[in-house]
C-alpha cells in the first residue's frame, strides 16, 4: 500500500520561496508518476506538476512554469516540489500524489494521496 507524507508547507510573504517535500513509502516506485496538487478554499484540486520516477521527465501546470521545480530522491524515496517568486494565488493546500504509468505521462488520474500540507502567501 503506497504511503505518502508530505512536509514544508507554512507561510511566506509573496516573493518568498518554500519547498515541499513528500515521502514515499510502501511499494517500489519505479514505473510511477509522482504528482503535487493544490486545492484552495472554495475550488477544486488542480494539477500543479508531476514526474516520472524512471527517467525524471516532468509537466506542470501552465501558471507555475519557471517558478516551481520538481525533482525525486530515489535513494530517498521523495519528491521535492521548489516554489520561487510565490504569489497569494498560490495559497492553497498542497497535496502529493502517485500513479502507476500505464499508458502515458502524467496519467490521466492519481489514486494514492497524502493528507496536504498548507501553503499561505501573504500579500
Known amino acids: 500500500q503506497v504511503q505518502l507524507v508530505e512536509s514544508g508547507g507554512g507561510l511566506v510573504q509573496a516573493g518568498g520561496s518554500l519547498r515541499l517535500s513528500c515521502a514515499a513509502s510502501g511499494r517500489t516506485f519505479s514505473r510511477y508518476a509522482m504528482g503535487w496538487f493544490r486545492q484552495a478554499p472554495g475550488k477544486e484540486r488542480e494539477f500543479v506538476a508531476a514526474i516520472s520516477w524512471s527517467d525524471g521527465s516532468t509537466y506542470y501546470l501552465d501558471s507555475v512554469k519557471g517558478r516551481f521545480a520538481i525533482s525525486r530522491d530515489v535513494a530517498k524515496n521523495t519528491v521535492n516540489l521548489q516554489m520561487n517568486s510565490l504569489k497569494p494565488e498560490d495559497t492553497a493546500v498542497y497535496y502529493c500524489?502517485?500513479?502507476?504509468?500505464?499508458?502515458?505521462?502524467?496519467?490521466?488520474?492519481?489514486?494514492?494521496w497524502g493528507q496536504g500540507t498548507q501553503v499561505t502567501v501573504s500579500s
Open positions: 500524489a502517485a500513479e502507476y504509468i500505464s499508458t502515458r505521462f502524467p496519467p490521466p488520474s492519481f489514486g494514492s
